[in-house]
């Protein structure tokens, strides 16, 4: 009998020290997938209003879950969820391409809009050579396609821009440029898509090979079509750095490199695929190099796998973080009661891993694919997120090799009855601006530790210059209130004094 009246205990007690590990800057992220409808909008045709209640749920869903990261998948098909003079308005949207949305809005900008109110960071995500899914489906009038149909193969059913191309590589170029200058994204993402994954036959480039082989022979064509996504991606980072900075680049790749039987430096894995061998993504050379600033490679297997460890490969990605930041990305859409294998039928499945990443060095986070899978029974996740793991708000991690200066403090912070006030220097350039405040709240008398997100009461957005306070109890006790600022890639400034009120 004492034992049973202990394990409640005992539970409490194990349940408070994994909550008290949840680091304050943690990447944790969800993935809002486009193409044929995976996430949003839920079916094509929707009205404008339907599809902005749409976003409103979908963001305030994952703000309760503790995510402060969306990755919206903006470019599905060379075509466009934003307004474009380059590229046709996505199907995905009207059901027709090239049709607006009506009444007219620009999806993308309500979308950094609305995550930015919530203090989350939109990552526009493209998809850099995909034409069409289906070579049947038909493109909007205006589509550089038919502008230019020598930039386009046909592999398998789908059409792609031919990565070959200089031309077709300066094109993508511009239109991350153009995304980029008129949006205040947070970054660009690209997933694992760069040369299509391969099929019976050989990916149709002889011409692009014969034209543009910079000295390669046709034994090393493998090597070249690696060199032609290295071009791209080097040249994306110089684009986007040259327009804006702090603008972030991220690489989501296939989850193995490649595989040790293959390479020594490979994995302890045996997956059918590979970056490097069959998408011709060197993806690890890019971190090294520092062209992209995160890499979140898609490790979609449970741990224990036979081929593909989930912690083996975690362990192995984190001796390529090269200084640069590293995120894994977890297979939610895998959690179900009836699945076919063992671990994904457990509900402690996903939290196991979240708690795995935690306990690497150079792990700094988590993506979960997809979003709508977050609306059905995940055997208790959702839970487990927002009583536990991400029950305390978390940062974003900052990134000190595109800016580690702090902003300045808040100046004439002052309490004005239940609510405290604050002023701030003029900035004079973007990564003077604010981004978000936080308050940290503690009681009179008690250290503040400002690493312990526990002391986070609450973090106002970038206009804000006032907070007011709600009773917190009927006793009325006193509290010191202190608070900082935040710029746009997280780097906190020093801490106000303390004031001091009563709640």
């Excluded at 993935?31 to 979908?58: F, Y």
């Excluded at 038909?138 to 990565?163: M, R, T, V």
């Excluded at 690497?360 to 979003?371: C, E, L, N, R, V």
Aim: aromatic fraction near 14%.
């Amino acid at each position: 009998m004492k034992q049973l009246i202990l394990l409640p205990f005992l539970f409490i007690i194990l349940s408070v020290q994994s909550q008290q590990v949840s680091p304050k800057f943690e990447f944790r992220a969800v993935w809002v997938a486009t193409v044929a409808n995976i996430d949003w909008p839920s079916q094509p045709g929707l009205s404008t209003a339907q599809q902005q209640k749409e976003v409103i749920d979908i963001l305030d869903m994952h703000y309760r879950l503790g995510m402060n990261v969306i990755i919206l998948q903006v470019r599905p098909a060379s075509d466009a969820l934003y307004y474009s003079e380059m590229e046709p308005w996505s199907r995905y949207l009207t059901g027709a391409p090239g049709k607006a949305p009506e009444p007219f809005y620009d999806p993308l900008h309500f979308w950094i809009e609305e995550c930015h109110k919530r203090g989350m960071e939109l990552h526009a995500w493209l998809n850099p050579f995909r034409v069409a899914l289906n070579h049947t489906q038909p493109l909007a009038g205006n589509h550089i396609a038919f502008q230019h149909p020598e930039w386009i193969l046909k592999y398998g059913n789908s059409l792609y821009f031919d990565p070959g191309l200089p031309q077709a590589r300066e094109f993508v170029a511009q239109v991350v440029e153009d995304i980029v200058t008129r949006y205040d994204v947070d970054a660009i993402h690209f997933d694992d898509y760069f040369y299509p994954y391969p099929l019976a036959e050989d990916f149709p480039d002889t011409t692009s090979f014969a034209l543009y082989n910079r000295g390669f022979f046709p034994e090393n064509k493998a090597d070249w079509r690696r060199e032609n996504v290295d071009i791209i991606i080097l040249k994306l980072n110089e684009t986007i750095k040259s327009v804006k900075p702090w603008v972030k680049f991220g690489i989501s790749p296939f989850g193995v490199w490649r595989n040790k039987a293959d390479d020594p430096r490979g994995s302890d894995s045996r997956a059918g695929a590979t970056n490097y061998d069959h998408l011709y993504a060197n993806i690890i050379k890019w971190q090294e190099y520092g062209w992209i600033d995160y890499t979140l490679p898609q490790l979609y297997w449970q741990i224990g796998h036979p081929l593909a460890d989930f912690e083996k490969l975690a362990h192995w990605w984190k001796d390529h973080t090269y200084g640069r930041g590293m995120y894994i990305g977890h297979g939610v859409y895998k959690s179900d009661p009836a699945s076919d294998v063992n671990a994904w039928t457990l509900p402690g499945e996903l939290p196991r891993q979240i708690k795995l990443l935690r306990e690497i060095p150079g792990i700094g986070g988590s993506a979960f694919y997809s979003s709508k899978h977050f609306n059905r029974d995940l055997q208790g996740f959702q839970d487990s997120l927002m009583l536990n793991l991400y029950r305390t708000p978390a940062l974003v991690p900052p990134m000190p090799w595109l800016a580690a200066e702090a902003p300045q403090p808040v100046v004439r912070f002052r309490k004005s009855g239940k609510s405290v006030k604050w002023k701030i220097t003029e900035p004079v350039h973007e990564l003077e601006r604010p981004r978000q405040f936080i308050i940290y709240l503690t009681p009179e008398g008690q250290p503040l530790n400002p690493e312990d997100p526990a002391n986070i009461h609450v973090m106002p957005g970038k206009d804000a210059r006032e907070f007011r306070f709600e009773r917190l109890n009927r006793k009325r006790e006193k509290y010191e209130v202190r608070i900082s600022v935040l710029n746009r890639l997280n780097n906190e400034s020093w801490l106000s004094a303390p004031v001091k009120i009563k709640l």
